[in-house]
């Protein structure tokens, strides 16, 4: 199983972008997916998660300027992120995980965002 995230770029503050991550291969679609950044040096951090009947959960960074969503038939998650600020130049991994039989976790490859002052 692969997860494929996309969507990364340059951008200028105040802009927006919107990540995508899709999963290949057979998993469970009953699973907590998520997006997660870390800047160098700096630990990985939570961005955001979403259950599949749709819960969230944000990072306080996050919070009133990205938004989780995902699409449980194709096993994505996407992350809208508006007023994009320096600090949110990161790369940005998601991951997929389940804590119950099949337990499985998940994590993509990582997308770079970078957002010029």
């Known amino acids: 199983v692969q997860l494929q995230a996309s969507g990364g770029g ?3 503050a105040g802009g927006s972008l919107r990540l995508s991550c899709a999963a290949s291969g057979r998993i469970s ?6 997006w997660y950044r870390q800047a160098p ?4 951090e ?3 998660d979403i259950t599949t009947n749709g819960s969230t959960n944000y990072g306080d960074s ?3 300027r990205f938004t989780i969503s995902r699409d ?9 992120m508006n007023s994009l600020r320096p600090e949110d130049t ?9 804590s119950y039989f099949p337990v499985y976790d998940y994590w993509g490859q990582g997308t770079l965002v970078t957002v010029s002052s």
């Open 62 to 64: 996050a919070k009133g």
């Open 90 to 98: 990161a790369v940005y991994y998601c991951r997929a995980r389940r």
């Open 29 to 34: 679609n009953t699973n907590v997916m998520g």
């Open 72 to 80: 449980n038939s194709q096993n994505a998650v996407y992350l809208e």
């Open 10 to 12: 340059l951008v200028q």
């Open 46 to 48: 939570l961005v955001a």
């Open 41 to 44: 040096g700096k630990q990985r």
